[in-house]
């Protein structure tokens, strides 16, 4: 079973309209990190968010926000108002506990978001 | 303060040469990353360092594939021998520490297997 799901591989959309990207996680552990990253086209992973299970508050960061659900192991991501510049693909990842204690980071298959001028 | 830099950031070899990656982590930190992302997926870890030792390296291929961190700050991963389904970019990361830490990835490395 995957650990990371992003059922949605590529969303399109015209800017100014507000965009959702689920991220949906499997996990045993109680005490777990959750992360967004942005890959635009050139290849470089971005750092967005970074939150861990004991932190359910929501976060705002200009257009950007993160609802995090324990009780539906979701972690999503809406962009307000996109712009041709959030073009992209976007992951979620989780880092949980592996035999041996050491948190092991798993990545979902990514989002593509395409914003049309 | 400067990023993860990792070269080469291209290279095209023939199935059954050898290849080597190298990437030098941000400056202080202890863990680093060495991932395989395939077109159109996302990156798969292949192995993960604490200071110079392996950490996971469970989805690693170690027929073919090996990594070393000696001195605990730059890391080389290397094919031998390159197989088709190889080609992929080669991202390295690395983090403070390791508990569930924020990971700073390097542009990467794309790699053509003919």
């Known amino acids: 079973a995957q650990k990371v799901t992003q059922a949605q591989t590529e969303i399109s959309v015209v800017e100014k309209e507000d965009v959702t990207l689920d991220c949906v996680y499997e996990t045993r552990d109680t005490t777990y990190y959750l992360f967004w990253y942005k890959q635009p086209p050139s290849g470089e992973l971005v750092f967005l968010i970074r939150?861990?299970?004991?932190?359910?508050q929501n976060e705002i960061s200009g257009r950007y926000s993160w609802n995090f659900q324990k009780s539906t192991s979701s972690f999503n991501f809406t962009i307000t108002a996109s712009q041709v510049v959030d073009s992209a693909v976007y992951f979620c990842a989780l880092s949980d506990l592996k035999s041996g204690g050491s948190y092991i980071p798993t990545f979902g298959r990514g989002t593509s978001l395409i914003v049309h001028p | 303060e400067a990023g993860v830099a990792q070269s080469p950031r291209y290279k095209i070899i023939e199935k059954r040469q050898s290849v080597a990656f190298w990437c030098n982590p941000i400056?202080?930190?202890?863990?680093l990353y060495w991932y395989q992302q395939i077109l159109g997926q996302g990156p798969k870890l292949l192995i993960q360092f604490q200071n110079n030792g392996v950490v996971d390296d469970s989805q690693l291929p170690k027929d073919r594939f090996s990594a070393e961190r000696l001195k605990g700050v730059d890391s080389t991963l290397k094919i031998q021998p390159a197989k088709l389904e190889d080609s992929a970019v080669y991202l390295c990361a690395s983090s403070l520490f390791v508990s569930g830490e924020t990971q700073y990835f390097g542009p990467g490395t794309r790699l053509l297997v003919l």
């Open positions: 939150r861990n299970s004991f932190d359910e």
């Open positions: 400056s202080g930190h202890a863990t």
